[in-house]
């Protein structure tokens, strides 16, 4: 199915849990604190914007308009850059520019502790069906394997998408079917021990697999039938389905409720 398509459906589909969570009275700037059993919780999808240099408006607007926008730190000032306003801004408060700049609508939750980064900040305070990150992936080296390590830290089911300028990454724990081009690149990378039970439409099958970082991993797979269907282990630390940018919305699919049409 085309790019376009595809895109469509994704959108209808996060459109239908459009509603969200408030987070407080928005008539002025507050500022406020959250200890480590406040959670923030969403009925659909939601956008987290880091501030890693790398370029966000092309998923920004691509993905719709009405979902929770939240920033981690610095990732406000990447938004306010583009003309758009987070709904929340979330972390340590070292990396943006100035406070002053937010409007009052903006909550804004201080974090203080220096031993786990802005990202995982947020993991930890966001429950949602589906996080979608931009500006922690690619650009800089050491901020992307530092949002690797904070996936691998997970304790809980919930994808979450980060999306950079080339390459799109899912983190995943259990089953998946994605429905990509024949002769698309896949990756997959262990986020942890993880097991594959089985595997269809990939060219190098996964089954009986256990994969690890530093022992085994799954990097350039390609697609010769779709869709890929991915079998894992139920008690595995999840993986990550790495692939083009451009398969960003298939993997976006792949977690909503429906699965693949």
Not at 126 to 147: M, N, T, Y
Not at 163 to 184: K, Q, W
Not at 240 to 261: K, S, Y
Request: hydrophobic content about 50%; charged content about 20%.
């Amino acid at each position: 199915m085309e790019k376009s398509v595809w895109f469509a459906v994704v959108v209808a589909r996060l459109r239908l849990a459009r509603g969200h969570c408030a987070t407080g009275d928005n008539s002025a700037q507050k500022l406020m604190s959250m200890d480590s059993t406040d959670m923030l919780r969403f009925s659909t999808a939601v956008i987290l914007v880091g501030a890693s240099p790398v370029a966000i408006k092309p998923a920004l607007t691509s993905l719709p308009d009405g979902l929770p926008l939240i920033a981690a730190d610095g990732g406000a000032s990447a938004l306010l850059a583009l003309g758009r306003v987070p709904d929340v801004v979330i972390g340590d408060m070292d990396s943006l520019f100035s406070r002053d700049v937010l409007p009052s609508s903006v909550e804004i939750i201080h974090l203080t502790g220096q031993d786990d980064t802005d990202f995982e900040k947020c993991l930890a305070r966001i429950d949602a069906p589906l996080i979608i990150g931009l500006g922690f992936l690619e650009a800089r080296f050491d901020h992307s394997l530092a949002a690797i390590h904070a996936l691998m830290g997970l304790r809980h089911d919930q994808p979450v998408l980060l999306a950079g300028d080339t390459d799109v990454l899912l983190r995943v724990t259990g089953d998946i079917e994605i429905i990509m081009p024949i002769g698309s690149r896949i990756s997959i990378w262990p986020l942890g021990r993880q097991s594959f039970e089985a595997s269809v439409g990939l060219r190098w099958p996964l089954a009986g697999l256990e994969m690890a970082p530093g022992k085994m991993i799954g990097t350039s797979n390609e697609v010769n039938a779709t869709p890929v269907k991915i079998a894992a282990s139920k008690d595995g630390d999840g993986y990550a389905v790495i692939a083009p940018v451009e398969a960003m919305a298939a993997l976006m699919a792949a977690v909503t409720d429906d699965g693949p049409a």
